[in-house]
DNA sequence: GTATAATCGAGACGGTACGTCCTGTCTTCGA
DNA sequence: TCGAAGACAGGACGTACCGTCTCGATTATAC
């Protein structure tokens, strides 16, 4: 029942994972079949339906192998210059850089589309790419902390999420546009607070 | 080509709005389809067709139309006690028990993974869903700030998302679990800010 | 229940006629309908169910009609010369032309087809159409048989059948091409017999 | 594109004919759907679309089959007496009786309504169905002209008309009953010719 | 000359079937 | 022995018509 990955076909692998990419940027997830990943990928549906449970789960192998390719060896680490408010606009406006670059829009937002309606993708999702993302910003709010730069008692997981919650948001519902802008008013308000001094 | 409005059925309009509400509770969005609503309501699937664009547009018909229906006459204000922090997190208290109201949970996602994906569906969302509750919190900060409870010269707009975000998107993508205390959390961070005072 | 008849608008039972013999020689019979007869008339569908039960007595009554206009006042006798071979090869071809001319090729076949599977209309068809074309042989025949043209005791209903059932056959069934020759052939064989004389 | 025959379901085709031939005798020609011949056979609708363009094809298929399987091996020959009208008349006869038979009526009706209007059908219907017949008749009807019972000049192919010619129209347009004493009348007619001796 | 009632054009309605697309499973065949 | 190829049962799509049903807006007698 279980196949056996030592015989897989990585050729077949690889070819199913760009053709997932490829698909969903030019006709969109709601269009993205396993069919057409199978035709444009010159593979059996059989070899997907083998390997994964869902395109869903298709799109987000993909979509991790390509960030991995993209990160290159060495993990993304965000910078540590001791200007804590210069370090985060920096990181989030590269957030927002790559939620708006064409390579990146479509996969994620099917993804998190899935996600939302669908809890085993969303569980995986998290794990795989929300996750390890936020642990980078976790880090950093750390040392700030351990350098006075931020209140000692707060819970830096949340502190986070005050900053990447908006951005998101903003992605996802498009409310309204996602600028580099309203990246520096999120962090300059998350750190000052809205409250007078 | 355009129906006639005016000879519309209202029995058939209110039964097709029901059954896409119950089905998508059912069911789940994913395998809520035309047919099944137009065979719950009892109506023939043209008389969908005729009034509809997709399943997504029956639904979010259906989902203000509960949204009004719940509220009933008078438009819903965010209170003013005075207190502005009791009253955000009462109010935000209240959106996470919303969000995670079985009768909301389902079409709201649904609503949402729809939006993520398709712009149409998204900017009618934004505009008859999101949009008016966003006025209602606008509209509480600029009393805020009239009363000096806030600082003079932030982005009312901005600083609603500031708290709506981390919510919204916690909500959507699931990370960490959607809780009164993180309502409250959210609140008293983005109220005094990150930075020590 | 009943409509009355003495109501109804001439206007629109003409429009319907004709309408349906337009369009069952634009796009043939399967694709003839209801609706578009009424749109092409510019009639409502209900004015079409009110007078007639199908889209086949629609036609019936639309391709009687045609051949009324077409024989103008005077019923058409076939003419005794003295020469009955001569007489019937020139009502057999003049029947070939008919039956292959578009005007009538397209309503009659329709007619026919719905005929063979509806006995209804096959009843009509056959009381309204074929049977004052029989006895207008049968009249003929008898007159050759009082002239001692054709043997005494043959019935002369089934007469006239060994004669045009060998051209409705050849014209329903397309098994050979159906001319002139076909005709006097027919002719010659059903007068003098197979036997060797 | 075109699909592979080797790989046809041979358990699935069987069904599709049969479920047409018990459908078009249950409820009629005109009601007999794609639809209903699926569900009756147990088959996907597509299974049916690969493999014929239209359901009169499917007929046709199912009808030349059930010809076949009636006839088992050894192909019907009219058989020769000697008696030249005595065999013609037990042929026709034969033809009466298979006409006015449930399993053959309504289905073959179908099939002549379906050519009537449709040429495609009707070269197929003809080819497979009607030129085999026709071809026992005229070998009968040479072997007649070579033992001089038959007028030697005449072309056997016509003279097979005038006897089917009468029986077939009589048979689809319902002018009047089709009987064995009909058959009789026409081949003695034929025979002997309408002329006085 | 009006009333008044049936017919009219129009088209929405509950349905059925169409022919297509895709799902997820299963089978065949060639490398 | 695996994988490409694709046939299969099934289900939903969005469309086209069916025959029924309301709607006003003419009409065309009967008052």
New binding site residues.
């Given amino acids: 029942m279980a196949?056996?990955a030592t015989?897989?076909?990585e050729?077949?692998h690889r070819?199913i994972l760009e053709a997932a990419l490829e698909l969903v940027a030019e006709v969109g997830y709601p269009?993205?079949?396993?069919?057409?990943i199978?035709?444009r990928?010159?593979?059996?549906?059989?070899?997907i339906?083998?390997w994964w449970p869902?395109?869903a789960a298709v799109l987000l192998d993909a979509f991790v192998d390509l960030g991995e390719r993209a990160a290159g060896e060495e993990p993304y680490v965000i910078p540590d210059t001791g200007d804590l408010e210069a370090d985060l606009r920096g990181v989030l406006r590269a957030t927002v850089d790559e939620l708006l670059s064409p390579a990146y829009d479509l996969p994620y937002r099917a993804l998190a589309a899935e996600g939302i309606v669908n809890p085993e993708i969303a569980a995986e999702f998290v794990r795989r790419v929300l996750e390890p993302s936020a642990q980078r910003y976790v880090e950093r709010l750390r040392a700030a902390q351990r350098a006075g730069q931020l209140a000692a008692d707060l819970d830096p997981r949340i502190a986070v999420e005050l900053m990447t919650g908006p951005i998101t948001a903003r992605w996802l519902l498009r409310t309204l546009p996602l600028t580099h802008a309203y990246a520096d008013a999120v962090v300059g308000m998350a750190l000052r607070g809205l409250s007078p001094r």
């Fill in positions: 196949p056996n015989r897989r076909s050729r077949s070819a269009k993205l079949t396993i069919e057409a199978a035709a990928a010159g593979v059996g549906k059989q070899t339906y083998r869902s395109r």
